[in-house]
């Protein structure tokens, strides 16, 4: 089992930025990849990021590409999404996941948090 809580949501303006955490308690963090998600009103929940159990790899979705960086620190079992240039459509519910290996699908992950709002004003 993997228990994870995000942080760090809030209300920004449009151009401004953001840095979520997930912090880890459980299972041993490293064994996990971890996955950025968000879902929208009226939305399916989408992929935005992701990152391999080292953090020698990422990945990300389009749409955030260029804007925001996923990053991980092991020893202290957190992963972050650093969001850069917030457009009003990254408006969301951001969740953080963990599973094994790395996936860009819900499917793949095992162990979700229970999500931070973001919200991007004009």
């Known amino acids: 089992q993997v228990q994870l809580v995000e942080t760090g949501g809030g209300l920004v303006q449009a151009g401004g930025s953001l840095r979520l955490s997930c912090a880890a308690s459980?299972?041993?963090?490293?064994?996990?990849?971890m996955g950025w998600f968000r879902q929208a009103p009226g939305k399916e929940r989408e992929f935005v990021a992701g990152i391999t159990r080292s953090g020698g790899g990422t990945y990300y979705a389009d749409s955030v590409k260029g804007r925001f960086t996923i990053s991980r620190d092991n020893a202290q079992n957190t992963v972050y999404l650093q969001m850069n240039s917030l457009k009003l459509e990254d408006t969301a519910v951001y969740y953080c996941a963990a599973g094994n290996p790395y996936s860009r699908t819900r499917a793949g992950y095992d162990y979700w948090g229970q999500g931070t709002q973001v919200t991007v004003s004009s």
């Open positions: 459980g299972r041993t963090f490293s064994y996990y990849a």
